[in-house]
């Protein structure tokens, strides 16, 4: 069945750090990919999305490019800063529609 | 503003007893879901409703039970046969579910506690 694989946390980067968080999927055709952030003690906020190949979602200075070739959504920040501690989630809605399949999330901390 | 809300923030649960979390939205979004979070982990539907008077099992069902009598209430009840309720609660909402390209909006959660 369709999966998400997310690279284990923590992450833990010094402020202005480059910050990589590796996605991959399993699905049939082609999904939505999306990344949500959840600070501590609060729901999941949309942080971006993508829904076609080659597609790049951006927001608040994240990116992240929809790779078919490689089924992957890595989520990029060029410069991460201490406000950007949260967990980060990785979600695949499949091309028929249906449920949101989540991967287990990523645990970052940025320290000044 | 649109949203959606969830009550309590906090909620305490006795042995035997059955609680409802409340989650209303203000979107006019068709579906909702309920999912259950616990510590390291990623999110487990519970149950999910793509429109009113009808509801779908999600992944972890048992010991749950929902209803959605009106488009912008969808209460969850965590039953007495839920043996291991302690967790994080969400709630979330989409447009239409279902349908490709949907985006799923979240609320606040629900903390759930067994005294």
């Known amino acids: 069945g369709d999966s998400v694989t997310q690279m284990e946390g923590p992450v833990t980067l010094s402020e202005e750090a480059f910050l990589t968080i590796n996605c991959t999927y399993t699905?049939?055709?082609?999904?939505?990919l999306f990344w949500y952030v959840q600070y501590p003690g609060e729901g999941l906020q949309l942080l971006l999305k993508?829904?076609?190949?080659?597609d790049k979602g951006s927001n608040k200075g994240f990116e992240a490019t929809y790779r078919k070739e490689t089924t992957s959504f890595h989520l990029e920040k060029g410069s991460v800063q201490v406000s950007d501690s949260a967990v980060y989630f990785c979600a695949l809605l499949p091309n028929q529609g249906g449920k949101l399949i989540f991967g287990q999330g990523t645990e970052l901390s940025v320290k000044p | 503003d649109g949203g959606i809300t969830q009550s309590p923030k906090y909620l305490f649960r006795k042995e035997g007893q059955n609680v409802t979390l409340s989650c209303e939205q203000n979107?006019?979004?068709?579906?909702m879901y309920w999912y259950r979070q616990d510590p390291g982990q990623g999110l487990r539907l519970i149950y999910y409703?793509?429109?009113?008077?009808?509801?779908q099992k999600g992944d972890i069902a048992e010991g749950y039970s929902v209803s959605r009598e009106k488009k912008e209430s969808f209460p969850l009840t965590v039953t007495s046969a839920q043996k291991n309720p302690t967790a994080f609660y969400l709630c979330a909402s989409s447009m239409a579910g279902g349908s490709v390209e949907e985006t799923q909006y979240f609320g606040p959660g629900t903390r759930l506690l067994v005294l």
């Open positions: 409703s793509q429109i009113v008077n009808d509801f």
């Open positions: 979107l006019n979004h068709d579906a």
């Open positions: 699905a049939t055709g082609y999904p939505s």
């Open positions: 993508a829904t076609k190949a080659d």
